[in-house]
């Protein structure tokens, strides 16, 4: 299909959550949007298959109850946020696992989880400024562990942090490990009803029709153009790339690509739910390449089809070599069996998702607030300019759309609109 337009106001590289958000912002303050995207889906890695009626998500993505903030664009008043379990579960694999169910124990008594808690809450107090004056280092090296004993700081802490990170080394910024804490301590873990291409779906459907043109690669860009594969130039006042940032470098030279923390999600159908229902399990010592696992059928019953059972979902750490699925899967299903203390030998594989550039590195020093205005009239947004989540996107495209603006003199007339309330599951 041709492009019913050759001119906009501004053009947008990339239908993603960064994309989105900047359209959103660009569309309320009366400005005329294109957003062009080269795959014939929105959401970049906010992906969703279906696979036997199952709801598997590409990404091991979760997010926290404040989600998009109180100012949302419009559609996502339709998102419902399913919480997890109040708290993670952390348990210590005694046994290597072999399928029989042999279970491990369980990391932390009340007076252990009374002073982690009492160690978020003042993370919680501490403004957010603040917390980003605070020296920098790794997370692995900062002292966030004050006033906890050792196997509680080790066992549980350094687990819950991997898992938030996705980092099972800890090189992330202690900075962006503060926060990630503060966010977590201040709104519960949750899931998105429906799999997590419901974020980038009710994004979308907010925009006005015609604004989101897929299928169209774009192979370069300017101050005041995009040219496309597919139907040649678009002119516009201004370019927002807001794709990952290796395309971005593709497009723009120069601009730096970040290392990457590579993931890999596991689903298995399992016959009946494993236990601890809907909460967060990890691992105490990473003996495996398991970061944490969810009993996700038991958040979301809308991922799994009628009679389906449960839906588990695991996310691996780290690289994944040359395993092939279904050793991969053996692995899995062991430290799932000494996890859990359940037998995983019939639990079904519903599939294997790797990337290796799944979030962009977070290393220490990390610049949470890298520029997205590269000269007036081209400008880039997504997670690599940001924190590496989907927060992250959402708020660089904010700042780049804020950016445009000003550039061309243009105030907004943002409404606030409630934001979702997190439903019970």
Known sequence: MLLSARHTDVVVVGAGLAGLRTAHHLVAAGVSVIVVEASQEVGGRMATDTVDGYRLDRGGQLLDASFAGAEQPSGLEKLRLLPLAAGPVVRSSDSAGDGGGRAGRRIGDAIDRARLNAVLGRITAVPEHRLLAR??????????????????????????????????????????????????????????????????????????????????????????????????????????????????????????????????????????????????????????????????????PSRVPPGGGTLVTTTLLGPRGDTGDAELDRTVRDRLAALYGVSTRDWQLLSVHHDPFALPSMSAPHDMHRPVRLLAGLYVCGDHRDTSSAQGALDSGRRAAEQVLRDLGVTPPLPALPRPVPTAA
């Open 135 to 300: 020296p920098e280092t790794t997370a692995a090296r900062a002292p966030l562990a004050r006033g906890l004993s050792p196997r509680t700081a080790d066992g549980y802490l350094r687990p819950l942090l991997t898992a938030l990170l996705h980092d099972p080394d800890l090189t992330t910024s202690s900075r962006c490990a503060d926060l990630a804490l503060r966010r977590y301590a201040r709104g519960r873990l949750c899931m998105p009803s429906g799999g997590a291409a419901t974020v980038p779906e009710l994004l979308a459907s907010g925009l006005p029709a015609g604004t989101i043109r897929l299928g169209v690669r774009a192979t370069a860009v300017a101050t005041d153009s995009v040219t496309t594969a597919e139907h040649g130039r678009i002119s516009c006042r201004a370019v927002v790339v807001a794709t990952d940032a290796r395309a971005a470098a593709r497009l723009l030279p120069g601009l730096r690509v970040p290392e990457f923390l590579p993931v890999t999600v596991v689903h298995h159908a399992a016959g009946s739910p494993p236990p601890y229902g809907p909460a967060l399990v990890l691992e105490a010592a990473r003996r495996g390449p398991v970061g944490r696992t969810l009993a996700a059928g038991e958040v979301d």
